[in-house]
């Protein structure tokens, strides 16, 4: 990239990188932010864009579309400072203690790197059942782009954590029946949504699993063969769509080659948000230290922590503590 370093790059265009944005504009910084993908906003955009968030500070509820928004216009972006279709394949130092970071369109300078990756490059767990890969697309979805496109119709959910329960509590008012089954007795997600659920006119299986998807002749879905965990008792649904939230298979990919210390699908960090990389800094659920919370409100503080403690090594002798926002303009 032509002309002086830029203070800041940040790597990820999710919820965590838009606010790290944000926080740079307040600090007065120049900075891009790169994402692999061709819009703003992560997991959130592709995985749950219609789907309620309830655990984001002065939102009682917000739509994951709505949030990514919320958080595009606060961080004001100016032309270019968002570079969607950009995969980062490559970030080393150099002798001057500037950062270069390479993508697959352009390379850029910097003074600090802030990563927002989350958990890298990710796709749905897929359900290795009979039918279930013939028929995907056609009745057997892993993500929902659309809650209407179910109003009416008959709804198998697969999955017993946060996501599957989320959509579950979504689609129930809409569906014409809803059954969620899960392969243990115990849920992994939220209490309020395990309470809100059973006070639902949901059908609740537990341990049951899916074990087959079978189609009506013309390519869609109309049953599904699940079975009792443990009994082999069976049950054939009548369904027209099944639902399937079983997980994530991340991976970062060239993250684990830039000398970032990566652990697993993690990166250590220390109480400024630096990994083993001085002048590299990460946030969100990529972020890893004892005690650490996976939420969106929590990457939000990591990343404006991570920006502060960034600013002291791109202008020496400046404070992490940035001032009261009130107290400062734009």
């Known amino acids: 990239m032509p002309g002086d370093p830029l203070d800041l790059i940040i790597v990820g265009a999710g919820p965590v990188g838009l606010y790290g944005l944000y926080t740079a504009r307040m600090r007065k910084a120049s900075a891009v932010v790169l994402d692999s993908l061709p819009e703003p906003g992560g ?32 961080a004001a972006p100016e032309p270019g400072q968002i570079r969607c279709s950009e995969r980062a394949v490559d970030l080393f130092p150099s002798e001057d203690g500037l950062f270069h970071v390479t993508t697959e369109k352009a390379s850029y300078v910097a003074r600090a790197v802030i990563l927002t990756v989350g958990i890298g490059a990710f796709a749905p767990r897929r ?15 892993y993500r929902v782009d659309n809650p209407e496109d179910l109003r009416d119709r008959r709804v198998l959910v697969v999955g017993g954590g946060d996501s599957a329960l989320d959509w579950a509590l979504a689609v129930e ?56 965990r443990g009994t082999g008792e069976d049950e054939i649904l009548e369904v027209d769509d099944i639902l399937i939230f079983i997980g994530q298979v991340a991976n970062l990919g060239s993250v684990k080659e830039w000398g970032v ?43 404006a922590t991570a920006v502060n403690n960034a600013m002291t090594r791109v202008r020496p002798g400046a404070k992490a503590a940035p001032g009261h926002s009130t107290k400062r303009g734009f």
């Open 173 to 228: 008012p809409l569906a014409r029946s809803l059954t969620l089954i899960h392969m243990l007795e115990e849920f992994e997600a939220h209490e309020d949504s395990v309470e809100k659920l059973g006070a639902s006119r949901a059908r609740i299986l537990t341990p049951w699993e899916l074990t087959e998807v079978m189609d009506d002749g013309t390519g869609r879905v109309e049953r599904a063969r699940i079975r009792r």
């Open 43 to 74: 997991q959130v955009t592709v995985l749950y864009p219609s789907k309620w968030i309830y655990d984001v500070a002065g939102f009682p509820q917000v739509l994951g579309r709505d949030l990514i928004k919320a958080l595009v216009d606060q």
């Open 261 to 303: 210390g990566v652990k697993g699908n993690s990166i250590p960090v220390d109480t400024r948000m630096q990994t083993v990389l001085p002048g590299v800094y990460a946030a969100g659920d990529v972020a890893a230290y004892d005690g650490k919370i996976d939420l969106i409100a929590t990457g939000f503080g990591e990343v």
């Open 127 to 141: 359900l290795r059942v009979p039918g279930a890969q013939e028929l995907e697309g056609h009745g057997v979805h």
